[in-house]
């Protein structure tokens, strides 16, 4: 076919090119708008980038916006008083190796943007990564998490002191459950504990 | 390359499909195709694609039909479509390909959630 410019789908050379612009978007980086080549064939109508001309701009504003995203969630984890040497800490990640991510020094691999995202979006996985990942001690922290979401979605007002156990006022019934589920797991934990 | 057509079997072997998909320039994806790849699966690039099919990214892979490409120009060059359905995570999907042998491309021409998806 040499160096014609052929539709790849018919073969046709009658090949319209078009410009239009698309939005790439990450959590937590917010979107950037990109110019890519479109093109579409007259006699088929078939449309795409027929000659790879998209894909190196498309990777790199990903790459960009993605970095952007490690560097906004790291911000907010400093901001709300969290330091990254307790997150390294917890997660059991070599020291530095946030701050090294943050000012790109060094590469954030695709697991450990990932894995900011998740801390990112349920910090308290970080007191369940803390507590050695026990699974009673996991779901009661989520539990925790709950309470408090639902507490201030709704009126009702629970006083739920976590340390003694003592339920002052409960208006729900499904308050009773989570909280029943807690005590649950207490119990399980502090056997498997005395078993170790 | 191609199975002798009966109404009940792919046109193409998915396997010399899946092996032109570690040769970008051997495969050309639809924009369509391309878009909604994104939208459902996460996979943004065309290199994510196609390592992705190359990778045994489509479980559960089960043939669908094979059909003529409607929009072939070429009545002396018939173009047939395989479809199929997979399954990843959560999700069932829908791909279709086609080869030309004068262009020696292969098209991607749709990869979407499945019309017949019982998940979501």
Redesign the interface.
């Known amino acids: ?1 040499g160096d014609k410019k ?7 050379e009658e090949i319209y090119e078009t410009k239009k612009t698309i939005k790439i978007k990450e959590p937590f980086a917010g979107e950037e708008s990109i110019v890519i080549t ?1 093109n579409i064939c007259l ?8 000659f ?1 001309q998209n ?1 190196e701009i ?2 790199n504003t ?1 790459k960009r916006l993605k970095q952007k995203s490690v560097e906004n969630i790291l911000k907010h984890f400093i901001e709300n008083k969290r330091s990254l040497s307790s997150i390294e800490r917890a997660l059991e990640i070599p020291q530095r190796t946030l701050a090294k991510w943050k000012n790109k020094i060094s590469k954030t691999s695709a697991a450990g943007i990932a894995l900011l995202r998740f801390i990112r979006l349920f910090p308290w996985l970080l007191e369940v990564a803390e507590n050695k990942y026990d699974p009673q001690k996991a779901e009661n922290i989520m539990l925790d998490n709950v309470m408090q979401k639902l507490q201030k979605m709704t009126s009702a007002k629970i006083f739920f002191d976590t340390q003694e156990g003592e339920e002052i006022n409960a208006e729900s019934e499904s308050f009773g459950l989570i909280r029943e589920k807690r005590e649950e797991n207490k119990t399980l934990s502090l056997s498997s504990q005395e078993i170790a | 390359m191609y199975y002798k057509n009966k109404s009940n079997l792919p046109s193409y072997k998915f396997s010399d499909f899946k092996k032109a998909c570690k040769n ?2 051997e495969v ?5 195709a ?1 878009y909604f790849a994104d939208l459902y699966f996460s996979l ?4 994510q694609i196609l390592s992705f099919i190359q990778s045994d990214g489509l479980e559960n892979l089960s043939f669908l039909n094979t059909r003529r ?1 409607g ?4 009545k002396n ?1 018939p ?1 047939m479509v395989d479809s199929y359905e997979f399954i990843s995570g959560y999700r069932k999907g829908y791909l279709a390909f ?1 080869y ?1 042998k ?4 292969w ?1 991607i021409k749709s990869f979407h959630t499945s019309k017949h998806m019982e998940h979501q």
């Open positions: 076919m052929i539709c790849p789908a018919c073969g046709s479109e006699v088929c109508e078939s449309k795409g980038d027929f790879d894909e498309i990777e990903i | 970008p320039k050309i994806i639809f924009s369509d391309y943004r690039t065309k290199k490409w929009k072939n120009p070429n060059n173009i086609m030309n004068i262009t020696g491309k098209i």
